[in-house]
């Protein structure tokens, strides 16, 4: 499982024109599943995602967690995260979960993240979406299941 973490100020996700979802200050969560993850490695990435203290506190020093700052969260599920590029210039996504396993994963993060943080916003699984943000920073973690 693979999280790119970006700390923003402002995120927003748009389908077909739409926004669908909006945040303010917390993280925007790109979320990359393969067939090999389980909810156990979802909960794991999730305790990491949740407990990364990378928000400034009264002294300026990245001490303080999503919930300390009352943080949002905005997820995004993407594939593309597991792209393999050894070979040639066409990335291969062979190592991305299949749709219905990817899908049943990013549902229980979404659900899992919901338990613990006031205002989660997602995307649409699989749908063509738009991504804005002000990466605050910027800041950006990638937080990999195999390297926790």
């Keep these: 499982m693979r999280f790119i973490i970006q700390r923003v100020s402002e995120a927003d996700v748009t389908v077909d024109g739409n926004v669908i ?3 303010g200050k917390g993280f925007m969560v790109l979320i990359g599943v393969s067939d090999a993850d389980d909810t156990a490695v979802a909960d794991k990435v999730v305790k990491k995602m949740l407990g990364l203290r990378i ?4 002294e300026g020093k990245t001490n303080l967690s ?5 943080g949002e969260l905005l997820l995004i599920s993407q594939f593309t995260l597991y792209a393999n590029c050894k ?5 291969s996504f062979i190592e991305a979960g299949g ?10 993060i979404v659900d899992k993240c919901r338990a613990e943080v006031e205002r989660v916003e997602t995307g649409n699984f699989g749908a063509h979406m738009d991504v804005r943000l002000t990466n605050d920073g910027p800041f950006t973690i990638i937080l990999d299941s195999d390297k926790l």
């Design 66 to 70: 999503l919930k300390d700052v009352g």
């Design 21 to 23: 979802g909006k945040i």
């Design 99 to 108: 749709p219905e396993h990817a899908e049943k994963l990013y549902d229980y």
């Design 55 to 58: 928000f400034s506190d009264s």
């Design 87 to 91: 070979k040639g210039n066409r990335p």
